[in-house]
């Protein structure tokens, strides 16, 4: 009888145990406190992400998940602050193609070192930047602009929402497509940029579709193509700047990292949570009315991903000629 009972509680406990007791190489995450940075400031596609990551992910988990904006730099004080983080698995951080593709090109001192200090945990979301002029400019076509900026060469100016960002370097890919040249105004978010557009001090941009789609709806701004190399669901009538130039894609994206260090079963962990969150329906909807599109992968191919998005944007940097000492 000890024996049959003994069998019986050995067997309850194997069904009962969460798989991190079962697996030696396998942690139950979350415990405690997550704190997620977004290197920007409130408001921009960063900070949108996160939150719709954090409301779900804490509906999941039952754990306390918070958000914290670590503004400055391009975004990299803010993931120098997650680099030099406890390397635990609870401080984490929404990269982007700025902070952990072009960056490390672009400034000259960097407190911290992309591929040795931070480490891929899953690609999120990509989503198109969005090519816009403001509507006195007559052209309605990417064909009419190139012919427009090739007529009035050096006398169109453009915004971005900061030296160096994706909103920057998509315009300099498209003045080396066309070989045109314009004038650069830098701002310091992509709100700032379309305001200036509204109030008629710019003439172009391409920046996030996610915060600048409203605007073109509303008739404030005249969206021309998307970057991406094929349409997006959210507008398919609007075509990609591709079909006019082709090769050309400049497409935006943010992902979740975490400290260099952290324990591998801790990041596959996290991994599994936050793919699990991205593939319900409802956070699925939620992305895609925003313009995204919900990606999911594992560390070692998001990891793949960055070094290839590294190689890409480096060129665009250096094509640029531009530095940040």
Request: charged share 15%.
């Amino acid at each position: 009888m000890p024996r049959i009972f003994a069998a019986f509680a050995f067997a309850f406990l194997l069904i009962a145990s969460p798989a991190g007791a079962q697996d030696g190489n396998s942690v139950t995450w979350p415990q405690r406190q997550v704190t997620i940075v977004v290197p920007f400031a409130a408001g921009g596609s960063a900070d949108l992400i996160a939150r719709i990551l954090q409301q779900h992910l804490q509906a999941k988990t039952g754990v306390p998940i918070v958000v914290e904006n670590k503004s400055g730099a391009g975004g990299s004080i803010g993931a120098g602050f997650v680099a030099k983080a406890p390397a635990d698995g609870y401080t984490l951080l929404i990269g982007t193609v700025s902070t952990n593709a072009i960056n490390a090109f672009l400034y000259s001192r960097l407190s911290f070192d992309v591929d040795r200090d931070l480490q891929a945990v899953s690609l999120l979301v990509r989503f198109p930047n969005l090519l816009i002029v403001n509507p006195r400019i007559p052209a309605k076509s990417v064909p009419e602009l190139v012919a427009y900026l090739k007529a009035h060469d050096g006398q169109l100016n453009y915004g971005s929402s900061g030296l160096g960002t994706s909103s920057h370097l998509s315009v300099v890919m498209f003045e080396l497509a066309t070989g045109t040249k314009m004038t650069h105004i830098p701002f310091r978010s992509t709100a700032e940029e379309v305001n200036n557009m509204i109030g008629g001090q710019l003439d172009l941009a391409i920046d996030s579709m996610t915060t600048i789609w409203p605007f073109a709806q509303a008739g404030a701004v005249r969206p021309l193509a998307v970057t991406t190399p094929q349409r997006t669901a959210t507008a398919p009538d609007l075509p990609t700047v591709g079909e006019t130039l082709p090769g050309y894609e400049a497409t935006a994206w943010q992902g979740l990292f975490a400290p260099a260090g952290t324990p591998r079963a801790t990041v596959d962990a996290i991994a599994a949570e936050v793919n699990q969150v991205w593939r319900s329906p409802n956070v699925i909807k939620a992305l895609q009315a925003v313009g995204a599109e919900p990606v999911t992968t594992t560390p070692d191919e998001f990891t793949a991903y960055t070094k290839n998005e590294r190689a890409k944007w480096g060129d665009v940097v250096r094509a640029a000629g531009v530095k940040i000492e």
